[in-house]
């Protein structure tokens, strides 16, 4: 069975400062990646997917199936990114399986 | 856009008590999924549906059933309320693999519903 483990319950770092968000998948075959941002009190929304391959909101996330990680990576972090983020992961069928999230605090 | 729309944002029951939680989407899709969000826990599915009439179990699919009689609608029901269902309910959709034009692998969530079971 597949699994998405999110190491850290909450992240909090200084903006300006680099972040990165650890998501470490265990799956056989060649699972499609996800990540999704959840704000405050705002509902639960796509941030990015690796077969984008983009870069949204300054966030960029690379499949690493050697190391079978998806982490998400911004080089300066905003206020405004502060929020819940989840990684996803869709292996072959049509339905996620989530990891418990991450909280990130950006500090002023 | 796509609009996902619970019919309560706020619920408060008893013990036993059978309750609904309704999901409504006007994207057309084939796909709608109910989870549970629960703090360290993260999101859990309990059911999808892949088509109308259709069903199949998620990961914690119990004390719970549901329903889709009509593509854009999918019920989530409570049998019997306890109070280890206290959670908040997501429900989400998406369209099926393969469709041109859309983003198919995108789930699209409701704003959510909190239940409190007393």
């Known amino acids: 069975a597949q699994r998405v483990t999110q190491p850290e319950k909450l992240l909090s770092v200084f903006k300006g400062a680099p972040v990165e968000l650890k998501c470490n998948y265990s799956?056989?075959?060649?699972?499609?990646l996800f990540w999704y941002v959840q704000y405050s009190r705002q509902r639960l929304q796509l941030l990015l997917r690796?077969?984008s391959r983009e870069s949204i909101k300054g966030f960029t996330a690379d499949l690493n199936k050697g190391e079978t990680s998806f982490h998400l990576k911004k080089p300066f972090a905003q206020e405004e990114d502060s929020a819940m983020y989840y990684c996803?992961?869709?292996?072959?069928?049509?339905?996620?399986?989530f990891g418990k999230g991450t909280k990130l605090s950006v500090i002023p | 856009d796509v609009k996902v729309t619970q019919s309560s944002r706020y619920l408060v029951k008893r013990t036993g008590e059978k309750v609904f939680l309704e999901c409504v989407q006007d994207m057309d899709h084939e796909n709608m999924f109910w989870y549970r969000q629960d703090p360290g826990l993260g999101l859990r599915l309990i059911y999808f549906s892949y088509d109308v009439k259709m069903k199949e179990k998620g990961d914690i699919p119990e004390g719970y059933s549901v329903s889709r009689e009509k593509k854009e609608r999918f019920s989530l029901i409570l049998e019997s309320a306890s109070t280890n269902q206290t959670s908040m309910y997501l429900c989400?959709?998406?369209?099926?693999?393969?469709?041109?034009?859309?983003?198919?692998?995108?789930?699209?969530f409701g704003p959510g519903t909190r239940l409190t079971v007393l």
């Open positions: 996803a992961l869709r292996a072959g069928s049509y339905q996620l399986t």
């Open positions: 989400a959709s998406s369209q099926l693999p393969g469709t041109s034009g859309t983003s198919t692998d995108t789930q699209y």
């Open positions: 690796h077969i």
């Open positions: 799956y056989s075959g060649s699972p499609e």
